[in-house]
């Protein structure tokens, strides 16, 4: 039973437009969701976060939204760049026990 | 069934023991990675193993040494376990390496 899950395996976005990547969790007790950018051959980079207590956080073009009630969060990038293009994984902590999703693939297009 | 199985969860050891941690993947992918996180939650990426062949090797000691008897599995073993070893080790599958990525829950290494 996959307890977050990343149901777009591969997104399409136009340069300049916005991304959004969607991640959803079944376990209440997750206080703590990350978001990681991982391009071939390399390890995932940590991105942006948010803890269970806000809603929104945001980091330049980044910006994390957290819907508790739906158990959804999402990640925004305006305006998407050709660079961003790589795969994005979601990830959930309850303490220091961390779940990852599949992740999806973001293609951003000239 | 547990997609990618870690063993053991949870490790505490001795400065200056050798241990492994084993992973195995039931998923058919080809390719299995080793990571490590650090205090800042950061993955670095430490190796990559496509069909039992070695295809990252980033750089990290040679205490550490990877063993991949199958493309089910992916074992790391460390010599010499020193106390900046301690972290979570997590173990994870592609079938491409371009995404449906899975990770195994994580083994919490501590060396006292």
């Known amino acids: 039973d996959q307890q977050v899950k990343q149901n777009s395996p591969s997104l399409s976005v136009q340069e300049g437009r916005i991304s959004i990547l969607n991640c959803d969790y079944t376990n209440s007790m997750f206080d703590y969701f990350l978001w990681y950018k991982k391009y071939p051959a390399e390890g995932p980079t940590f991105l942006i976060s948010i803890s269970s207590i806000k809603d929104k956080n945001e980091d330049g073009r980044f910006t994390v939204f957290l819907n508790k009630s739906a158990k959804h969060l999402s990640l925004h990038i305006v305006p998407s760049q050709p660079g961003d293009s790589a795969v994005y994984f979601c990830a959930a902590s309850e303490g220091q026990n961390f779940v990852f999703g599949p992740g999806t693939r973001l293609s951003v297009l000239p | 069934d547990t997609a990618v199985s870690q063993t053991p969860k949870y490790l505490v050891t001795q400065m200056g023991n050798d241990k492994s941690i084993k992973c195995e993947q039931n998923l058919g992918h080809d390719t299995m990675y080793w990571y490590k996180q650090d205090s800042k939650k950061f993955l670095k990426i430490m190796f990559s193993?496509?069909?039992?062949?070695?295809?990252i090797n980033e750089t990290v000691p040679n205490r550490f040494s990877p063993k991949s008897p199958d493309k089910a599995h992916l074992n790391l073993h460390i010599n010499s376990l020193e106390l900046g070893d301690s972290a979570v080790y997590f173990c994870?599958?592609?079938?491409?390496?371009?995404?449906?990525?899975?990770f195994g829950s994580g083994t919490r290494l501590t060396v006292v």
């Open positions: 994870a599958s592609s079938q491409d390496g371009f995404g449906g990525y899975t």
């Open positions: 193993y496509n069909n039992k062949e070695l295809i």
